[in-house]
């Protein structure tokens, strides 16, 4: 078993969970927590000796579908009805159901509660809207921090995108430089231009999680995961998850979400298989939840999930209209060249922006349907 | 012709010994062909295939493309071969950069660890070899504090009143931002279209980033010990005859550098250059530190193309395709280098030719 790791936490987790079925089963599993995981897969499979079961990450899911990579054995599951519906659209390719949703999380908006009431604001001030975030953001920046940050690329841009209605991709056509886009960005560089928006590169951080941490940051945009980055780097900040306010067109989030892959033709297919009915049972993906703060991906799950932890109520929130994000086959290059040309974010006009995004995947667009 | 005529007699006379011959040289020939001639091959094969990098390159699946993975990258508009030109661009600039700098540092630091009167040589010689044998990462890793927007470098010159830039995360080119200090921002409508690779005629000048600077400086600092070991190992081969007849003869110590110990240095030239210019294109660990998509883009090079390509875009073809050229682009670069690094004297044509016909005498 391959698995990306987001620190020990998980890893011992997984190892309990692994070892709790391989002692009821008789079988034996070695877990191994990857460096860099999509590098690892890749050298297993041309190596020909892939793991049995690994984390698929959801922007390779598509592109190792498409190559005929991994084993579609999801409608297999014992448990195959029970998964969230956008998790299964997710994890399918050509209508098929591949593997199964490991967990999600969403993203949402993390306030500092302790710059939050020294700067005199109070619940009824959470925002909820554009305006009132920019409002707010203006109100929380200082000489030391500023207002709101986040990761300068398209799995947090592309909210506001999306929120403004638009979208990289509908009914089969790209529209990356639709007005909608254009508009998100837009607000964007409003809130940069106030002085309230800065990306960690700029408050010398790695991710936006560290720049909350450090207090340079009053307002980030995360997942649940900073639950846990919290607790272990920064266990002094206290702070509260709400959702993301919503945009001129209504509220968006993103859900991420890896899968359980297999790759193809596995000669321990039926192991794995119940290993990974057991890896999705409610029960295990709870203790997942508690070890490093994930939301379990069947819909009996998150709800025990959101009684269980209330304080992370607001990503569960956010599954009824979160978006995934693009990642159809080859996407993964053009999203990489946009967050590069993201870091012009502050000076270029967003039709530029958006343009180059429009022609690199409407290429790969091309070239994974054509 | 006659020899060529006599030669399978004289092995008929001395029969089994081609045999044992080839048993003899069988290890050196097999561990060549296993590590060295089957991966190449292998790897054009996969640079004209479409290979995806499940199960083997020779698998029935595996088709033929023909050289559509080399055009993708070179003569194809697109994303594949803008980020090509990108790199390509870059480590320009790169080698343009580290190879002169580097070897005229590492002669210097040889010649002044070589002098008899230096007080402490050993110790000279060791710090300046020390950086090349800690492993690049390590220094990476180091640098990458000394150079963030608050680290040690910026508080330095933050004391001389310059505003330091944020190093690892600034795209901007030197040559762009030399320009925009005489107000030039933009380019001219003549070096703005999409010019070779891809890459408009103002952005082959954008000059290497203000990130690439820093890998630069960093890699100056790491090989100039290696190289200076050389020059140094060269130096001392050195007769002092020869320094003492170029001092009867009157020579100062500039005069002496540049026509005693520069062309007595010049097999040992060849080499620095050689390594450095090959070891300057394929410059990869640094890149794959820093995570090689930051700064814009503009510390990429091919050969983390090549890989980024290979492992996580799964097209390996194209990243084969990638390591090809940049394979070429090595060896033309080194001959040319080569041809402009020959004597030329006619008296070492005379002797070259002299040489040639030996040799002929005796095949």
């Known amino acids: 078993m391959l698995i990306g790791s987001s620190g020990d936490a998980e890893t011992q987790a997984v190892q309990a969970a692994a070892d709790a079925w391989a002692e009821e089963t008789g079988n034996t599993v070695e877990v191994i927590a990857a460096n860099d995981l999509v590098q690892q897969l890749g050298q297993g499979f041309s190596g020909n000796n892939p793991p049995d079961i690994f984390y698929m990450p959801w922007d390779q899911f598509q592109t190792y579908a498409a190559q005929g990579f991994i084993e579609p054995y999801a409608e297999d599951l014992e448990n195959a009805g029970d998964f969230l519906p956008a998790l299964v659209e997710q994890f399918s390719y050509d209508g098929q159901f591949y593997c199964a949703p490991k967990d999600f999380s969403t993203l949402g908006l993390q306030i500092n509660t302790e710059a939050w009431e020294a700067a005199g604001l109070t619940d009824a001030d959470i925002p909820t809207t554009w305006d009132e975030l920019a409002t707010v953001a203006q109100t929380l920046t200082t000489g030391e921090q500023v207002g709101l940050s986040m990761g300068r690329e398209y799995a947090r841009v592309g909210v506001f995108m999306n929120q403004a209605g638009g979208s990289l991709v509908e009914d089969g056509e790209v529209v990356a430089d639709s007005e909608a886009n254009a508009e998100g960005l837009a607000y964007l560089q409003e809130l940069i231009a106030a002085g309230s928006l800065k990306f960690p590169q700029e408050l010398e951080a790695g991710w936006g999680g560290e720049a909350f941490g450090l207090g340079k940051a009053a307002m980030v945009i995360e997942g649940p995961w900073i639950n846990g980055a919290m607790a272990n780097d920064f266990p002094e900040r206290q702070f509260i998850s709400v959702e993301l306010p919503e945009g001129p067109e209504g509220p968006s989030t993103f859900a991420f979400s890896n899968c359980w892959g297999m790759p193809v033709g596995s000669e321990t297919r039926d192991a794995t298989i119940d290993l990974i009915e057991f890896l999705t049972s409610d029960e295990q993906q709870l203790a997942f939840s508690e070890a490093f703060g994930v939301i379990p991906s069947?819909?009996?799950?998150?709800?025990?999930?959101?009684?269980?932890?209330?304080e992370n109520e607001a990503f569960v929130a956010g599954v009824e209209y979160a978006d995934s994000p693009v990642a159809f086959q080859g996407a993964?290059?053009?999203?990489?060249?946009?967050?590069?040309q993201l870091e012009q974010i502050g000076s270029a006009e967003p039709s530029t922006l958006l343009g180059s995004l429009q022609s690199n995947l409407q290429a790969a667009y091309d070239e994974a349907n054509g | 012709m006659a020899l060529a005529a006599q030669r399978p007699r004289r092995g008929g006379l001395r029969r089994g010994e081609g045999r044992a011959g080839w048993l003899f040289v069988a290890p050196a020939v097999i561990i060549t062909a296993v590590f060295l001639a089957i991966p190449i091959l292998l790897a054009l094969w996969v640079s004209v295939s479409d290979w995806n990098g499940f199960q083997s390159p020779l698998n029935p699946r595996v088709n033929f493309v023909g050289l559509e993975n080399y055009a993708a990258i070179t003569t194809e508009e697109g994303l594949d071969q803008r980020n090509f030109g990108t790199a390509v661009r870059n480590n320009l600039y790169y080698v343009l950069l580290v190879v002169p700098l580097q070897t005229i540092i590492a002669l210097l630091l040889a010649v002044q660890v070589n002098r008899a009167a230096l007080r402490g040589r050993g110790f000279f010689r060791t710090a300046f070899y020390f950086p090349s044998v800690t492993s690049t990462v390590a220094i990476v890793i180091v640098f990458q504090f000394l150079f963030t927007a608050s680290g040690a470098v910026n508080a330095v010159i933050g004391a001389l009143g310059i505003d330091g830039p944020d190093w690892f995360n600034d795209s901007t080119g030197l040559i762009h931002g030399a320009l925009s200090a005489f107000g030039i921002t933009g380019p001219p409508p003549a070096l703005a279209e999409p010019g070779f690779l891809g890459i408009s005629g103002w952005e082959w000048l954008a000059g290497p980033s203000v990130a690439m600077?820093?890998?630069?400086?960093?890699?100056?600092?790491?090989?100039?010990?290696?190289?200076?070991?050389?020059?140094?190992?060269?130096?001392?081969?050195i007769g002092s005859e020869i320094d003492e007849a170029a001092l009867v003869d009157g020579a100062g110590p500039v005069r002496k550098f540049f026509s005693i110990t520069v062309p007595m240095l010049r097999p040992t030239l060849f080499t620095v250059l050689t390594l450095g210019l090959i070891g300057s294109w394929q410059v990869f660990d640094q890149i794959y530190v820093l995570g090689?998509?930051?700064?814009?883009?503009?510390?990429?090079?091919?050969?983390?193309?090549?890989?980024?390509?290979?492992?996580?875009?799964?097209?390996?073809?194209?990243?084969?395709?990638?390591?090809?050229?940049?394979?070429?682009?090595?060896?033309?670069?080194?001959?040319?280098?080569?041809?402009?690094?020959?004597?030329?004297s006619p008296k070492s044509k005379r002797r070259a030719a002299a040489t040639a016909q030996e040799v002929g005498v005796t095949r």
């Open chain 1, 298 to 310: 069947t819909e009996s799950g998150s709800a025990a999930y959101a009684e269980q932890f209330p």
């Open chain 2, 292 to 344: 090689g998509t930051s700064a814009g883009g503009t510390i990429s090079t091919p050969a983390f193309l090549a890989y980024r390509t290979s492992f996580v875009d799964l097209q390996w073809g194209q990243g084969a395709a990638i390591a090809f050229i940049l394979f070429v682009f090595i060896i033309v670069l080194t001959l040319v280098q080569r041809w402009v690094l020959k004597e030329r």
């Open chain 2, 213 to 237: 600077t820093s890998l630069i400086i960093l890699a100056i600092f790491t090989t100039s010990g290696t190289f200076m070991l050389l020059f140094l190992a060269a130096l001392q081969a």
């Open chain 1, 332 to 340: 993964a290059a053009a999203i990489a060249d946009f967050n590069t």
